[in-house]
């Protein structure tokens, strides 16, 4: 099979999943309660796969809102001591710093978020980059992104996620949802199925 590295397959970026919980739906106002990322490589198959990943639970910025409903929904109690929660900018300042040697190990000019409903992730994490400073830090691209709500509606006919990990004949545990890992990591598998049954036409090096 015919296949690029993966910093000529997607122009230079790394494509990292990314899920986030949070306690309500207003990037600015409410608390972003943990990340998840889950980094993407081509095999020597040429075939898209998951082969790195960190996770972080956040304790609440100062001031942050905590929405009950959508504590209820995800079932995140944020203080709770069993959560071993980190400060927000300490837990997203540890995962940038491992995205951005996954990065460098596979020689791209930087990371692009992967998400389902990928700008409500992006914006929750740009919303936490501007809090603490962390523009520099960051390896995201500040806007771009690739949404499996669009890919999957597009592949696969089914735009939620757990309707569209069926279709594309993924396991998915609705018991398990809502925690930023399990989702990132179903995400992950459902953008490298896609990806994976594309016709991707590899340009011809020497035209």
Do not use: W
């Not at 990990?165 to 459902?190: K, M």
């Amino acid at each position: 099979m015919n296949s690029l590295p993966i910093h000529e397959r997607f122009r230079g970026f790394l494509p990292v999943v990314i899920d986030v919980e949070t306690a309500g739906f207003e990037a600015t106002t409410d608390a972003l309660l943990e990340v998840a990322a889950v980094v993407l490589d081509i095999d020597a198959q040429g075939q898209l796969r998951p082969v790195a990943s960190c996770h972080s639970h956040l304790l609440p910025f100062a001031g942050a809102r905590l929405v009950p409903e959508a504590l209820a929904f995800n079932g995140i109690d944020p203080y709770n001591p069993l959560r071993q929660a980190e400060e927000e900018a300490a837990g997203l300042r540890r995962i940038f710093e491992a995205l951005r040697k996954e990065q460098k190990a596979r020689h791209c000019k930087r990371c692009i978020l992967v998400g389902h409903n990928a700008h409500f992730d992006l914006s929750f994490i740009n919303a936490a980059i501007h809090r603490h400073g962390l523009k520099n830090q960051s390896p995201l691209h500040p806007f771009s992104v690739f949404d499996t709500v669009t890919l999957a509606g597009m592949a696969l006919g089914q735009t939620v996620l757990a309707r569209a990990c069926l279709a594309a004949g993924i396991a998915f545990d609705g018991q398990h949802a809502h925690s930023a890992l399990y989702d990132a990591e179903r995400t992950a598998e459902l953008f490298c199925h896609i990806v994976n049954h594309c016709h991707y036409h590899v340009p011809d090096q020497e035209a």
